[in-house]
Structure formats: C-alpha cells, structure tokens
C-alpha cells in the first residue's frame, strides 16, 4: 500500500509589514488551526476546506496510507523568525527521516508559496531542499500552493509537481488538494516526473485587481481549465504576493504533462497582457460618500473593503482610517445601528467591554497608528465613548464558502457602538471573510447598510452575496494596494512595479 507522509506550512510574508510572525504566531490558533503534529492533525483536518483537507479525503480514495507530520499556520504578516521555521522545518524533517525507516513513497505538502523567512528568503524552497536532501532524487515529493504563492525556480526544481488554488477568494483549496493527489497519482504511475514548462510575468499585479469573481482574472482562469482539457496537462497560474521584497517575487505561469511546453506558452500570453491588470481605487472618504449615497436607495448592504489594514495580507486589523471617515461623513446618524465596521484587532479595549458588560458606556482610545509604507504614521486612534452591545469569548466556527468548518479563537470580543457605529472589536488578528465572525458579536451582516470589512478580496466569497455594491477603499495602512508604492530593495531587475 502506498505510504504518503502529509505535512503544512502556511504563511504568506509582506515583509513591508510591521509585526513578525514569531513561533508564538504560529501556535495561537486564531486565523488558522494552531500548531498540531501527528494524528491529531490529520484527524482535525479532515473535513475542513483548506488544501491537506482535500488531499486526505482524495487519498482515502486512492487507497494510500497517510503518515501525518506536521501543520502550521499564521496569519499574514512580516518575516517569519528564524526561531518558528526551525521548529517547523525540524520537525517535518524528523518526521521524514522516521517514516523512511518504515517505508515512505511520497511526500504531500500543503505550503502557502509566499513565505519569507529571517533567514531565507524562499523559504518553502528551503524546506524542499532539506527534504529533498533526505529522500534522494526518485522519491515523489507533491506541493499544493495559494494562488498568491511567490514560485521560485528552486520550488519548481525540488518538488515533482505543483498546484495552485484557482480562485480568490480562495473557495478551492480543498479542491487543490485534490488536485495535488491526482498529480501524485500521475506521478506514481508513470514513474517519472512529467514535463514541467513555466514562464515568470515581467511585472507584479496589485492584490485588488486579482479577483476571480471580476474581469480579467475570471476569464482567465476559465481559459486555464480549458486548456487543461484540451492538452492533458494540469496548469497553474500564482499572480503572485506583490509584498514580499525578494529577487522571485512576481507572477508564474507552470504546468506538468506531456504538453506542458505549447499550453503555458498558450496560457502566458492571455495572461501578460499588462492594462487588463489596471485598476482604480477609492480615497477613504470618498468610499463613504459613494457609500451612503448607494445606500440611500439600496435594498441590500453596501460593503467598502478597508484593503490597506488587511490582517489577511499583512496589516495588523486595527488601523482607524475607515472608522474616522465614517464619523466625518455621519453615517451613524443616518442610519443609526446600521452601519458596521470590523474586524478591529484591539485586546485591550476587548477586554474592557467584556469586563464591564452589555449595556456599559465606556471612555475609551480604540485602534494604533502604525508605521505605513509612505514612512508616515496611519490615522490617530478614536478617543470617544463607547456602549458595549454585545460581548464574545471569541471562538467562531466558520460557515461561509472560505475555511468552511474550520474553528478560529479570538479571545474577548465586543460589539462597540459610537455615534451609531457598531465595531467588531477583537484579541486575534483575523481577516473579515466570513459573517459568522460579526455574528459572534451581534452583529448580522444582512441587515446593515453600509459595512467596512478588513479585507482586500477573501470578503467577497461571503459578503458579495448580499451586497447591492463593493467599492474598495485606500485609507492609511500598512499593506499597499499599488505595488509601486512599497520601496523596493531586492526584486530582479526587469520586473515592473505597475502593469
């Protein structure tokens, strides 16, 4: 029987960010399950909609024998410490060299793509190496990646084969999990590894323009999926992290099979054509003004995505731009109660609702100003009064299309009202992709009339279903919504920083 060990590493690094994702990050549980090792991981992954959830349900299928290792996560940030990709790569590397002893034919691992470690740069390459370096040459050794993975030539040359998710928001990753066992399957099969052809993008795609559920990014990915058809192969496309300031950050175009070579040359060429990848984003305070005017006539929320405080591409979730934009246009005055903001990552104000209960007033400062990529501070934190409307121990199991089933831990969490704005106030950093996480909080989604979410794109799988409208917005933040903005130290010359 097939013995197929099963690992994940998971961290996409904006290395423009301010917070580094430490060991501690990585074992907090509250944007992903904390850190597990061994049956215990495979138990509480099964079923989830995450990319080893996929692979273990499909190699069930296939018959094979899962040795499970070892999954981590964090939320996106800064670089990950030396400390924390020790720990992980050490104990995959244990695990390996154990399940040799026994007997091992391949490798699966659910790795993010866009992880910069202190001390490498690449380091999911860094991590094939190392096992690569155990097993030898002929061992299969299959990888599953976000569609935001940064592909070195290093990944490509380690790994027998590639797959990346082929939506964003990504509602596939269990699907691509799937997807990497097929390929395993291939792989065994024939014996060898299949031809792998692939071509970089010359220049870096801003994180808004990438969406699966807009043009262009929609259609070309239904191309994708047709030409896999017509060729046999099974192609990727990773429009790439376009804050993770080293030499092989940029879009990637791949693809395994015996036609590999004329379907990624099809494929480049639909997707390098730069002015499809332009895009236009709103200054904060004319994103409320259209709000609310949308609003006034509008049957269903107007959702605004605050993309440049986004805890799911390294801001921190607590900056007070939006929220101060909302107060000067007085949109809690026109729609008292019906206007939400979160997730706004503040433990300490958490904490005091919780401790003061439902019904309390309290003086409180809400939100940090933090060094942005312009070099200046964001917007100052609100003094103000606040009532507390609802309190929350924080635990959160996700029901929308994204990490559907999966449990997250927030800590204290609050619903703060001021001036008739309702705050999800929360102690974890967690990116606003799903409703359940206002919910938690009294909050519900559907019926509010203009909705700030922390978020640039995974919002949409969950929120655009009851929007009238989505407009994206530009306050001061810590993650750039132009790639051009961020001062570039590292990138291969020759890649643009604008289509």
């Not at 273990?56 to 964090?74: N, V």
């Not at 509010?448 to 530009?474: G, T």
């Amino acid at each position: 029987m097939t013995r197929v060990l099963i690992a994940g590493y998971q961290h996409e690094t904006n290395t423009f960010a301010p917070s580094l994702a430490d060991w501690a990050a990585f074992n907090r549980g509250d944007s992903f399950p904390a850190f597990i090792r061994g049956a215990a991981m495979q138990q509480s992954l099964t079923g989830i909609n995450i990319p080893v959830g996929g692979f273990i349900d499909e190699a069930k299928r296939q018959g094979w024998t899962l040795l499970p290792s070892c999954w981590a996560g964090a939320i996106p940030s800064s670089f990950v410490t030396r400390e924390a990709f020790e720990n992980i790569a050490s104990a995959v590397c244990e695990d390996v060299v154990s399940a040799l002893a026994g007997g091992l034919d391949a490798i699966y691992l659910d790795l993010h793509g866009a992880a910069v470690a202190e001390h490498a740069a690449d380091s999911e390459g860094e991590l094939l190496a190392r096992l690569r370096a155990i097993v030898g040459p002929e061992l299969p050794i299959v990888v599953s990646l976000d569609l935001h993975a940064n592909v070195t030539q290093r990944m490509l040359r380690e790994a027998d084969a590639l797959v990346a998710y082929r939506t964003y928001p990504h509602v596939d990753m269990a699907v691509t999990g799937e997807l990497a066992a097929e390929l395993l399957a291939r792989r065994l099969k024939a014996g060898r590894r299949e031809p792998m052809h692939c071509r970089r993008l010359p220049f870096l795609i801003p994180l808004n323009a990438q969406s699966t559920w807009t043009v262009p990014a929609q259609g070309l990915y239904d191309e994708l999926i047709a030409l896999d058809r017509v060729h046999g192969t099974v192609l990727s496309f990773c429009m790439g992290f376009p804050a993770s300031d080293f030499d092989e950050c940029a879009p990637m175009v791949w693809g395994h099979g015996e036609a590999a070579g004329r379907a990624v040359d099809q494929l480049f060429a639909l997707v390098a054509e730069p002015t499809q990848w332009q895009m236009d984003i709103l200054p904060a305070r004319e994103s409320v003004v259209q709000a609310l005017a949308l609003a006034e006539k509008a049957s269903k929320p107007v959702v605004i995505a605050d993309t440049q405080d986004n805890p799911g591409a390294g801001g921190d979730s607590n900056t007070t731009g939006m929220l101060h934009a909302l107060l000067a246009q007085g949109a809690g005055w026109r729609f008292p109660g019906q206007v939400a903001l979160g997730l706004m990552y503040d433990a300490a104000a958490a904490r005091a609702a919780r401790e003061a209960g439902v019904g309390a007033e309290l003086e409180l400062v809400l939100g940090t100003a933090v060094p942005t990529f312009t070099g200046l501070p964001s917007d100052p934190p609100l003094r103000g009064r606040f009532k507390v409307l609802a309190v929350s121990d924080g635990q959160c199991t996700l029901k929308g299309p994204m990490m559907t089933g999966m449990t997250v831990q927030l800590g204290a969490c609050a619903c703060l009202e001021i001036e008739g704005i309702r705050i999800a106030v929360v102690s974890g950093k967690k990116q606003l992709l799903d409703r359940e996480l206002l919910r938690m909080v009294g909050i519900f989604a559907e019926h509010m009339r203009v909705i700030v979410v922390k978020s640039s794109n995974h919002f949409r799988a969950d929120f655009e279903p009851i929007a009238s409208a989505v407009l994206v917005a530009k306050a001061a933040g810590p993650m750039a919504a132009d790639p051009a903005d961020l001062p570039w130290k590292h990138l291969t010359p020759g890649i643009r920083l604008r289509p």
